[in-house]
């Protein structure tokens, strides 16, 4: 355990599709490679890279307004007011599933490949797919 005070990130890259397969990538940008199929996939998606350098954010420490001004994540940042650090997290996409049995949603963090889930109001289990 680290004692850097983590912030997640108010942007993420949309979840993309593998050109390959159709499954889904693991989220991120760049060269991406698919889990199911093991093709290599260029991510790219300019407005969350723009979104990602020009992110602004309180610094946790003084609330003084601090500018990301890269679009890596997770990213250390230095506080120019106070100079304590802080990291800049990657946002998680989730998405909303229907469970078959109940019609409650569930909202889970996709990962790619198959994956069972159980419902939490009707104890049904099921499998999704990305
Ligand atoms: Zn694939
Ligand atoms: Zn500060
Ligand atoms: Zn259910």
């Not at 992110?55 to 106070?82: F, K, M, Q, W, Y």
């Not at 889970?108 to 994956?115: A, E, L, N, W």
Request: charged letters at 25%; hydrophobic letters at 35%; proline letters at 8%.
């Amino acid at each position: 355990m680290s004692d850097v005070v983590e912030v997640e990130s108010r942007h993420a890259p949309p979840l993309a599709e593998c050109a390959n397969c159709g499954h889904m990538l693991p989220q991120g940008l760049g060269e991406i490679t698919c889990k199911v199929c093991d093709a290599v996939c260029r991510v790219s998606h300019q407005p969350t890279i723009d979104a990602l350098m020009e992110e602004t954010l309180p610094c946790p420490h003084c609330n003084t307004i601090v500018v990301a001004g890269s679009e890596e994540r997770p990213l250390d940042i230095s506080c120019a007011a106070c100079s304590k650090l802080f990291r800049l997290t990657e946002k998680v996409n989730k998405v909303e599933i229907q469970c078959p049995g109940c019609e409650s949603k569930l909202r889970i963090k996709p990962k790619p490949g198959t994956k069972e889930l159980s419902c939490p109001a009707c104890d049904a289990a099921f499998n999704v797919t990305f």
